[in-house]
C-alpha cells in the first residue's frame, strides 16, 4: 500500500551567519517576519525530517511525499529547490495577508486537514523560536499523537500503521511504538541529509509545479501575549592571560588553590 | 490568592524545586497556593512544601503519555481554577504545555529562563533566535498562563512547613496517545559515562570541538577538582560526548562556582547555558574567542598541553601533602 508522507517545514533566518537585529524582528506572529531581508535557510531540524521521507521515498517511489510551508512569496525559489528534490507537491501557503493574531499551527493545519496523509513529519525546535510549540500545536489540532526529539526511525517499521522511533532523553535512547497517522518532529541528532539535486534536475522549471494558496485566517485568535525583545549582553571580566608554560600552570594551580578547589 | 499548579516529569523530578522558585518570582514568597502533581511516587519529599499534592492513580496514563497528562492537567484546572501552570521544560513538559494552553485557550510561554517585574508590570524572559536574543513577554488580560520553565533556571530555598494535602487523581482518562515505551537504552561513549546530573555539580570541566581527543583525559580533571565533564555542542554531535552532558541553549543550563572550558569557542549558544558561574578559566588557542571576555583566567595554548601539565602539579601537590 501507498503511503502519504506530509512534512511540515519552516524556513528561518541563518542566525548562525548574520547578525540578528532586535530592531527588526517583527513580535507575536509564529512563523515571524524576522529577518525577511536576511538569507534565509530551510530549519535544520526541519530538513532533516524531508531527508527521512526522501530516503523512504527512494526506496518506495510509489510513496508520495509533500511539503507544505506557510511564509512570504520570496519562500517560492526556496520551495522550487524541493521540487527539484524528488518532492512530489510543494506548497507554498501565503501569509501576505495574514493578521499577526494568527497562529501558524492553526493555518497549517487548516490546510493539511484537506490533504491525504498518513505521517506528518516536522522539525522539533526552529532557530528562530526553539519554543518546539508549532508541531505539538498542529497535533493537537489534528487530534494526533506527536513526538519530540526523534533522532532516528526505523525505515523497516515504518508504515501506514505504525512508526519504530529513538528519541533522545536524558537517560539514554528510548524507542518508541507510535501508532499512525501521528506527527514526528525529528532533530539534527537524527543526521539525515538532504540529497543534492540531480543536474538535469537544478535546470528544471518548477515554477508551474509549485502551488501558492492563500492563508486560511479562521485560525485568527485575540492576542493573548505581547513580545519584547533584548539583546543578550553578558558582563566581561577583568582577565589574567597566562600561557601553558610553568609560570601559566602555577597561576592556574594557585587559584584554584586560593579558591578551595584543592582540598584534599 | 494565587493557586498555581506544577507538574512534576517523572523522569526529572529534581526539577520541581526550581517551578517552585519560578512560581516565587511570579508572584512572590508565601503568596500562593501551590499544588503539585506527579504521576509515579508518593510525594513525600515535597511533604511540607506544597499545599496540595495531586497524585495521579497507577496505572491510569503513562508517565510519558503527553496526550493522558494533558486530559489530566486540563480537568485539575477546570475543577481548581489555577492562575498560572508550570510545566518543566524537558522533552515531556514541551510536549504537555502547548496542548495544554491550546485547550485552554491560554497565552503560553515556552523555556522560560527569567521572570522581571518592572513599571510595565512582569516580564517572562526566554531566550531565541539559538540564544542570541532575550524575548520579554508579557500576558495580557487576567486569564490562567500556561509556561515551560527551563530546568536549573530558578532558584528555591527548601523550606517546609506547610500542612499538605494529598488527594488521589482517578478520573478515568478518555484520551490517550497510541504510543508503547519499546525500550530504553543508555547511550554508552568512549570516555567514561558521567556520574549523575552535570546540573548537580558545583564544578564542571567542559571540553569543545578543540579537545576532542582528550575527553578520558577531561575525566580525570574534572574527578581531580571534585567536579564532573561537561561539553560544548559540537563534541555531542561529533559521537565524543553524550547529549547528557551537553552545556547550552540545546543542552543544559548550569550554576556552578568553578567553570572550566577548555576547547571551546564560546558560541551564544554554549554561552546561553551558563546561568550563574562564579569562576570561569577558559583554555583556548586563541585569546580572542568569545569565552575569553567572561573568564576569570585566559590561558592561551593547546588544552591537551595544559590538562597533563595541570595534572601533574595537582598530583605532586597531592602526594607531597599524604606524606604529612
Do not use: W
Request: glycine residues 10%.
Amino acid at each position: 500500500m501507498g503511503m502519504n508522507i506530509l512534512c511540515a517545514v519552516k524556513f528561518v533566518p541563518d542566525v548562525d551567519r548574520v547578525a540578528i537585529d532586535v530592531e527588526n524582528i517583527a513580535g507575536g506572529f509564529g512563523n515571524n517576519r524576522a529577518g525577511r531581508s536576511s538569507r534565509m535557510i530551510l530549519n535544520p531540524d526541519d530538513a532533516c525530517a524531508l531527508a527521512f521521507a526522501l530516503g523512504v521515498k527512494a526506496e518506495h517511489p510509489e510513496y508520495t511525499v509533500e511539503v507544505v510551508t506557510l511564509g512570504p512569496s520570496s519562500l517560492s525559489p526556496h520551495m522550487e529547490d524541493l521540487l527539484r528534490l524528488a518532492v512530489d507537491r510543494a506548497t507554498l501557503i501565503s501569509d501576505a495577508d495574514l493578521d499577526t493574531g494568527a497562529l501558524t499551527s492553526r493555518v497549517l493545519a487548516s490546510y493539511i486537514s484537506t490533504r491525504p496523509f498518513h505521517c506528518i513529519l516536522t522539525g522539533s525546535h526552529s532557530l528562530d523560536g526553539g519554543s518546539a510549540r508549532v508541531p505539538v500545536e498542529l497535533a493537537e489540532i489534528l487530534g494526533l499523537d506527536q513526538m519530540l526529539g526523534v533522532t532516528g526511525i526505523d525505515p523497516d517499521r515504518f508504515d501506514t500503521m505504525q512508526a519504530v522511533i529513538d528519541v533522545a532523553e536524558e537517560r539514554g535512547r528510548t524507542t518508541y511504538d507510535m501508532a499512525m497517522p501521528c506527527v514526528l518532529s525529528l532533530t539534527r541528532e537524527s543526521g539525515y541529509r538532504l540529497p543534492y539535486a540531480k543536474l538535469t534536475d537544478m535546470r528544471r522549471d518548477v515554477s508551474d509545479e509549485l502551488i501558492v494558496v492563500s492563508a486560511d485566517d479562521s485560525g485568527v485568535q485575540p492576542l493573548t501575549t505581547v513580545v519584547n525583545r533584548y539583546p543578550k549582553i553578558f558582563e566581561e571580566k577583568d582577565r589574567q592571560v597566562v600561557g601553558t608554560d610553568d609560570a601559566g600552570i602555577e597561576q592556574v594551580f594557585d587559584f584554584l588553590k586560593a579558591k578551595g578547589f584543592l582540598s584534599i | 490568592m494565587k493557586r498555581i499548579c506544577i507538574f512534576q516529569d517523572t523522569d526529572r523530578p529534581g526539577s520541581t524545586p526550581d517551578l517552585l522558585g519560578a512560581a516565587e518570582r511570579l508572584y512572590g514568597e508565601g503568596r500562593f497556593e501551590s499544588h503539585l502533581v506527579l504521576l509515579n511516587g508518593s510525594g513525600d519529599a515535597f511533604f511540607g512544601h506544597f499545599h496540595h499534592i495531586h497524585r495521579v492513580a497507577d496505572g491510569l496514563v503513562a508517565e510519558y503519555d503527553p496526550r493522558g497528562i494533558t486530559e489530566i492537567l486540563e480537568t485539575l484546572h477546570q475543577n481548581l481554577g489555577f492562575h498560572s501552570i508550570l510545566i518543566p521544560a524537558t522533552g515531556l513538559g514541551q510536549m504537555i504545555a502547548p496542548r495544554l494552553a491550546l485547550r485552554l485557550k491560554t497565552g503560553l510561554v515556552s523555556g522560560v529562563t527569567d521572570i522581571k517585574h518592572g513599571s510595565d508590570g512582569m516580564e517572562i524572559i526566554r531566550p531565541a533566535y539559538s540564544g542570541k536574543i532575550l524575548e520579554g513577554i508579557r500576558f495580557m488580560g487576567a486569564g490562567s498562563r500556561v509556561m515551560s520553565i527551563r530546568p536549573n533556571a530558578f532558584d528555591h530555598i527548601p523550606k517546609d512547613g506547610l500542612k499538605t494535602l494529598v488527594s488521589e487523581y482517578t478520573a478515568p482518562v478518555t484520551n490517550r496517545s497510541g504510543m508503547n515505551r519499546l525500550h530504553v537504552e543508555k547511550a554508552s561513549m568512549a570516555n567514561d559515562e558521567p556520574a549523575g546530573d552535570i546540573r548537580d555539580s558545583h564544578v564542571l570541566v567542559a571540553g569543545g570541538g578543540g579537545v576532542k581527543e582528550h575527553f578520558p583525559a577531561l575525566v580525570e580533571l574534572a574527578k581531580a577538582l571534585g567536579g564532573s565533564v561537561a561539553a560544548s555542542r559540537k563534541p555531542v554531535d561529533q559521537g565524543v560526548a553524550q547529549r547528557s552532558i551537553q552545556v547550552g541553549q540545546s543542552g543544559k543550563t548550569v550554576s556552578v562556582r568553578l567553570y572550566m572550558a577548555l576547547g571551546i569557542h564560546g558560541s551564544i549558544q554554549h554561552l546561553a547555558g551558563l546561568r550563574q558561574v562564579d569562576t570561569l578559566i577558559s583554555v583556548n588557542r586563541s585569546g580572542h574567542a568569545p569565552i575569553c571576555s567572561l573568564s576569570d583566567i585566559v590561558v592561551q595554548g593547546d588544552a591537551g598541553e595544559f590538562i597533563h601539565k595541570l595534572m601533574e602539579k595537582i598530583s605532586t601537590y597531592r602526594s607531597g601533602n599524604k606524606g604529612r
